[in-house]
């Protein structure tokens, strides 16, 4: 690299999934400080935009609309929408992409952004590889964002630990109207987020609705529970109408946007979550969390920097590999975690941080995380 000049247009490349999309944010940070002047633009799939539109050191949101190009060999009309799109991202003229996520798709983004240096992994997958011109190696035993991390590295660029997310305004406006009409505000609430795409993530609904009187009797006057628009049936059996604890949950499921969900996390007191993006988001905030974990390695895929917040009892055996999309396991790892483990982690986490009283990023003045490189 003699001949290295700082880019002065930059690209990050990392559209999906939306817990992976949190993750990415030192990456962000990180070009942010090396490159204080240039220009860092992001693509990310329209549906997740919302996830880092607010954040401050980004330029723009480039929203991949993924369900519209789909099929374009059989839509004349969506083909020529690609087609536009591409070239729009060609115009830019950037100096610099960074693909964060190495998979098909994103190589070929990478490749026709027509950078002078296009970044990836070596041993990127499906073919991506072919889209750089610039491989780094992957170090998949490392956790996603090290992973991530180590392409800076390679371009001699000191990493930011960063995990930082920021509410829109909107969003933080909607959530503080939305507890005054729920009568929330002013209250300590939980946010639970039993859902998972995948069934072997999911740990029995039952006992989360097994949760609900512990977590009150602990001092949390509500129980927020957020999920995607397509998952409320995985919590038709969490509330027992019979119950006295019924009253003190509040259901949004399916009722939030991506945005509207962050600024509900970002002042929670404590947030429970499987291993999806809701506990990505809480990192984020620095929202004391719980993670539960069943056939996914949280060393590699878990709340980043919180070993203390995970709950797993499922000990692999060497060499053992779990695939996580097989249907036929069903919940069976999950259902090793029993209540009382869950409520043990609780009470560690919430006595490490202060009771969960941290002020939440969803306020005008966010508390710092760590900005120090390693």
Known sequence: MADFRPPRRILIVRPSALGDVCRTVPVLASLRRAYPQARIDWVVRDTFAAAIAAHPALNEVIPFPRSRFARWWRNPAALGEMLRWFWD???????????????????????LAAARRRVGYRQARELAWLGYNVRHPAHPERHTVDQMLSLLRGEGIEPVHDMRLYVARDDRDWWAHRQRQLGLAGLRYAVLAPTARWPSKRWPIQRWRQLARPLLDRGHQRLVVVGGPDESRQVEDLVDPASEAASAIVDLVGRTTIGQTM???????????????????AVGFDRPCVALFGPTDPALVGPYRRPEAVVRKYEPQPGETINYRDGKRGDELMRLISVEDVLERVDAVLAGSD????????????PALEETTT
Not at 98 to 105: E, T, V, W
């Open 263 to 281: 600024a509900v996390i970002a002042e929670a007191d404590l947030v429970i979550a499987n291993d999806s993006a809701p506990l990505h988001v």
């Open 355 to 366: 009771g969960g009283r941290r002020p939440g990023r969803g306020s005008a003045t966010p």
């Open 89 to 111: 991202l060609r115009r830019r003229q950037y100096e610099l992409v960074l693909d964060c996520q190495g998979l098909g798709r994103s190589g070929l983004i990478s490749f």
